[in-house]
């Protein structure tokens, strides 16, 4: 969190913005982002605020943001994690790509700075990829490590909330954008407004790979069953059962030994969909855990 902070004062070419900086700390019993919120706060160049979040989840907590931006009548609401860093200029140019493409939601990039170096095949595991858009109108965004929100949009759609059944999984910012989708908001997108997420050693392996793949598709489905229609989830579920057919014998099959984790993680994603329709899903955020291990 501190990093964090720091690297948010250090934002360049931002003069002609006011800015206001709210913290939802939703640890209550340690309050770390809390203490360092507090203690920077004298120096800071902006007004610096924080709250404690007693409700569990990240749902919550980023209700509770959108709940300070409009109590503020803020005109945008720049949303980070707290495990990134931003870039110099990640403001100014998220502004800009909003300002001349008049998008309601500008997403930008996430790089990722890794603890220990990660193998070939994780890295090509899918699940570290950045978008490779044009800076311009957007498809449909999917996370909110990174984003810019015209509050007007939010106004327009009746001020939507973070979906807490996703608060201790994960998934709330994918959905919460998806249901924004249905309310003609325009996406855009800024390759250069970049954050940097830093990746701990319990995070490179080919494990958590799989594992983080089992929620991806976990969550996907659920968003897909409220927003896909009746052919949505249909059209996953077929996709599914076609990955858990031929991966296993393709990962045995392939000659080249950096694209099998891909393809374990793609049928690990299948199995992730199925558990979806019985129901299951995984707490990420909701069980004790070594650090690094819950996103």
């Given amino acids: 969190m501190r990093k964090l902070l720091e690297s948010i004062a250090a934002q360049r070419a931002v003069q002609h913005v006011g ?28 007004p610096l605020s924080c709250t404690i979040i007693e409700e569990r989840g990240i749902s919550s907590a980023r209700n509770a943001i959108l709940d300070e931006a409009r109590r ?5 609401i720049a949303m980070l994690d707290d495990d990134e860093v931003a870039d110099p200029t ?25 603890e220990v170096q990660p193998s070939t095949s994780v890295r090509n595991s899918g ?23 015209k509050t007007q949009a939010l106004s327009r759609a009746r001020w939507p909330r973070f979906d807490l059944s996703f608060g201790l999984t994960g998934g709330e910012d994918g959905e919460f954008l998806r ?21 701990p050693k319990t995070r490179s392996n ?9 929620r991806k598709g976990n969550i996907n489905m659920r968003i897909e069953r409220f927003h896909g229609g009746r052919l949505g989830p249909v059209i996953s579920l ?4 076609i990955w858990l057919v031929s991966a296993p014998i393709t990962v ?20 992730g969909k199925i558990a979806a329709l019985l129901g299951r899903n995984y707490p990420a955020y909701g069980i004790s855990q070594a650090p690094g291990e819950a996103a």
């Fill in 252 to 271: 045995l099959l392939l000659a080249v030994p950096s694209r099998r984790l891909w393809i374990a993680g793609k049928w690990s994603q299948s199995m």
């Fill in 238 to 241: 077929s996709k599914a059962i």
């Fill in 72 to 76: 503020c009548g803020v005109d945008f």
């Fill in 206 to 214: 080919g494990a958590w790979v799989l594992h983080r793949s089992w």
């Fill in 90 to 114: 990640w403001l100014s140019e998220l502004l800009d790509c909003q300002h001349r493409f008049d998008a309601d939601v500008v997403g930008g990039r996430v790089l990722f700075d890794f």
């Fill in 19 to 46: 800015i206001m900086v709210f913290v939802a700390d939703n640890d209550p019993d340690r309050h770390q982002a809390l203490d360092v919120s507090n203690e920077l706060a004298l120096s800071f160049p902006w």
């Fill in 127 to 149: 699940i570290f990829d950045v978008p490779p858009w044009k800076e311009g109108p957007a498809p449909l965004l999917y996370a909110a490590g990174n984003l810019l929100i």
């Fill in 179 to 199: 249901r924004m989708s249905k309310e003609n908001v325009r996406f855009g997108w800024s390759p250069t407004a970049i954050v940097r997420e830093s990746v």
